[in-house]
């Protein structure tokens, strides 16, 4: 229905001025009653309340004319009760544009006219449960790159598992003062202090070291008939990386020290195939996780493991025995902990009946605090033994070395991009 009439100027000289107002009142008067109409109509007074308004208006247009029309029927009530029930077409009365499409439809099921500007309420983005069950009932992913949260076959590392164990030895380093062993008189207090554990001085144990280094390394150029070290002594095997670390804890800087993982893989074939089989391992999570996927194209997995324990027997992670043979890392670095990164692509058949083929690209990581036990007082040599007669010092012998600040424990880290293995 429309409320507005039109005025040209034409029709101005001839409105009767003696009715006692003039038309820039009327005009103000009829303004004033539009801007209450605008009011009505967005704040929802019912209609029988718009019909009273829409007379008066009509009455007021007609001032002036010599055949006024009758408004009667405008202010006549023409809007039953619109509930929400009754549908667009049982709504009486309403001329074009003034019905509601789809008002019995559901909001999340309307679809706006061609002609409207319906729907004007911006809708919700619903709550958080809501989301969360869309995101539990997508469809998984059958191609391209898989996020970490999703990858069968991807953990965090997270920090070594013997951390505590590396903080208390930081703390520990000067923690009993400052010794000496070069330049000091024998009167002062620090100079070769003893350890009251054992009865040994920190100066005898730097001598043995030095000892063990120089041994270490000369059964690598002298045969054992020059060295006269018995054929089964511990002592007599070529043990040049043993040394190297044993001289870098005596050398007291503290820093990371480099393990060479190519020459280790070479020496210790056992490490080798733990990497083989964990690399399987991943390789077999990936495949059966793509094909409960249903894969259409390639699709690739980030790889991660924690950080694994190496070296000691699982049931033994303490020992004295290990699962590799070669003596020089035995003493070298002993047991340590290793992680994978990289990752996967599996590819779907070729042909139908065909299996999927992939390929890993991934790199080992390790690491190992080198340190020495506080209480293990047993000598590290067999005192029955050619080198544990020369030898006495124990592994708290050491730590005192680290506790006195004449030398220093450290970390050892390593890494290696391995091979792609295809299949």
Not at 88 to 110: M, Y
Not at 116 to 137: E, F, L
Not at 185 to 209: H, K, R, S, Y
Request: proline share 8%.
């Amino acid at each position: 229905m429309s409320f507005r009439r039109s005025y040209s100027t034409a029709q101005l000289p001839h409105m009767n001025r003696d009715q006692g107002s003039s038309f820039t009142e009327y005009g103000a008067v009829i303004l004033l009653v539009a801007a209450l109409i605008a009011v009505v109509f967005t704040a929802s007074i019912p209609q029988q309340i718009e019909g009273l308004f829409s007379s008066g208006l009509c009455e007021l247009g007609q001032l002036g004319k010599k055949e006024p029309e009758d408004c009667t029927d405008i202010g006549a009530p023409q809007v039953a009760d619109r509930s929400v029930s009754e549908k667009p077409s049982q709504i009486p009365g309403g001329k074009a544009g003034r019905n509601f499409p789809n008002r019995d439809v559901p909001p999340s099921a309307r679809v706006p006219s061609e002609d409207s500007m319906w729907p004007r309420v911006v809708p919700t983005s619903g709550n958080k449960s809501d989301a969360s069950a869309k995101n539990k009932d997508r469809k998984p992913a059958t191609s391209g790159n898989i996020p970490k949260a999703e990858s069968p076959v991807y953990t965090e590392p997270g920090e070594y598992p013997q951390m505590n164990q590396v903080q208390q030895s930081k703390d520990d380093y000067l923690s009993l003062g400052q010794g000496k062993n070069t330049f000091c008189f024998l009167w002062e207090e620090m100079c070769c202090p003893v350890n009251e554990d054992t009865g040994q001085d920190a100066c005898t144990t730097i001598e043995e070291v030095q000892m063990a280094i120089d041994g270490s390394r000369a059964a690598c150029y002298f045969p054992e008939w020059i060295t006269g070290v018995p054929e089964g002594e511990q002592w007599a095997y070529c043990r040049p990386h043993a040394a190297d670390y044993f001289e870098h804890f005596l050398n007291n800087s503290g820093k990371d020290m480099n393990l060479d993982m190519d020459t280790f893989l070479s020496d210790v074939p056992e490490f080798q195939e733990e990497i083989d089989d964990h690399q399987q391992e991943l390789i077999d999570q990936a495949l059966k996780d793509a094909k409960g996927r249903g894969i259409d194209g390639p699709i690739t997995y980030p790889v991660s493991t924690e950080k694994k324990a190496w070296g000691y027997p699982p049931n033994d992670p303490n020992g004295k025995d290990f699962i590799y043979e070669n003596p020089d890392w035995k003493n070298a670095i002993g047991s340590f902990h290793y992680w994978l990164e990289g990752e996967i692509t599996v590819y779907p058949p070729k042909e139908p009946g065909e299996k999927p083929t992939y390929s890993l690209d991934a790199e080992v990581n390790m690491e190992k605090w080198y340190d020495w036990e506080r209480d293990t007082h047993t000598p590290v040599f067999d005192p029955s033994e050619m080198k544990g007669k020369l030898i006495g010092f124990s592994q708290s012998d050491l730590a005192a070395l680290h506790q006195y600040g004449m030398a220093q424990e450290f970390w050892i880290r390593g890494n290696k991009n391995l091979p792609t293995v295809k299949g």
